[in-house]
């Protein structure tokens, strides 16, 4: 067995390629925890008397996301308000569900829930049915945005300061990427630690505390804390673009070990180096239907729900 390269004197159970580091669990587990409480240090994510909506999904980056930030709100003192989205994804959400609940009740948190049909009066197996017979669009797509104006919503609702959400360092050089190769730099200004419109009403702004730890790290961190989480996949994301950036970066990890941060770091270089005219009050409007800000007379939420409303019934061909 190797020895912990830290403490050296317990086995070494993860190996860290991008630092050339082999940890046991212990030393791990404050790694990871040091890597958050540093990003928060960073950015100034979560302050004294923040109240925090926490976005949970049941997987492991929602778990791990906030088992840590109970650990950290404890030392500024802000309060956390779990919130799970339920997409009506038979035979995943259910099940991905139990989990969060679980978790919530072993860290004495009320876990609240909303769903998409409750919001957009369609499940997210339904959006699958009908799109088919609309424009041609991939789950995600959809899913995507129904998700982020859901979460905000209820975060809103609940009056939340800020929304902590699961994204880790695999999301963020993932959508870094995205933006690069659909062409959409306006993007990476309101993307970062924090992302959105700060000074918009019925918008909560959302934080991103595990942006310098990867996907695999919240996995172990979650089996070496004995978290309950879900490890399936959803049943919709082959459709998905950005399946097809995590097998490329991933593969890109194994040969250069670190590739994912230097991306992050690249980008928040350039992004300080960017002179972005700030956007207008004439350029941003709120939705004549639901209220929550965007740029154009109808959110896209609202847009893809009204498409998905006057679409006629069909089955899901496979398409990709």
């Known amino acids: 067995m190797v020895t912990c ?10 190996d860290l390629g991008y630092t050339g580091s082999d940890l046991c669990s212990p030393c ?3 790694y990871f925890e040091h890597r958050v409480f540093k990003t928060n240090r960073e950015f100034k994510l ?9 976005g949970v999904s049941g997987g492991k980056d929602s778990a791990a996301l906030l088992f840590v930030l109970t650990k950290l709100t404890k030392h500024v003192g802000a309060q956390l308000i779990p919130i799970l989205i339920d997409e009506g994804i038979t035979g995943y959400r259910d099940k991905a569900a139990e989990k969060a609940q679980a978790l919530c009740d ?9 769903s998409y049909k409750k919001v957009f009066g369609i499940s997210m197996d339904e959006t699958v049915k009908k799109r088919d017979k609309v424009k041609w669009r991939g789950a995600c797509s959809y899913c995507g945005v129904f998700r982020k104006h859901a979460l905000n919503k209820a975060a809103f609702d609940l009056g939340c300061d800020k929304l902590a959400i699961g994204h880790n360092a695999d999301d963020m050089a993932q959508t870094i990427l995205m933006n690069f190769l659909k062409s959409e730099p306006a993007r990476f200004m309101r993307f970062g630690a924090f992302s959105g419109i700060t000074e918009r009403d019925k918008f909560v702004m959302r934080i991103k505390p595990l942006m310098y730890v990867t996907e695999r790290e919240c996995a172990i961190y979650c089996t070496l804390r004995d978290l309950p989480f879900h490890l399936q996949e959803c049943p919709y994301s082959s459709d998905s673009f950005r399946g097809e950036l995590k097998d490329f970066l991933n593969s890109v990890e ?19 180096l960017m002179v972005a005219a700030p956007v207008s009050e004439k350029e941003l409007k709120h939705c004549a239907k639901c209220g929550t800000p965007c740029s154009g007379e109808n959110c896209k939420a609202c847009l893809l729900t009204e498409e998905l409303k006057n679409a006629p019934q069909g089955q899901l061909k496979n398409r990709k």
């Not at 194994?254 to 300080?272: A, D, Q, R, T, Y």
Request: a positive charge.
């Open 5 to 14: 390269t830290k403490c050296k004197k317990r086995d070494a159970v993860v």
């Open 106 to 114: 072993k860290l004495g948190l009320t876990l609240h829930r909303l």
């Open 254 to 272: 194994e040969k250069h070990p670190g590739s994912k941060f230097n991306i992050i770091k690249s980008f928040l270089s350039l992004k300080e």
């Open 46 to 54: 979560i302050q004294h008397g923040d109240k925090i909506g926490v």
């Open 28 to 30: 791990f587990i404050a």
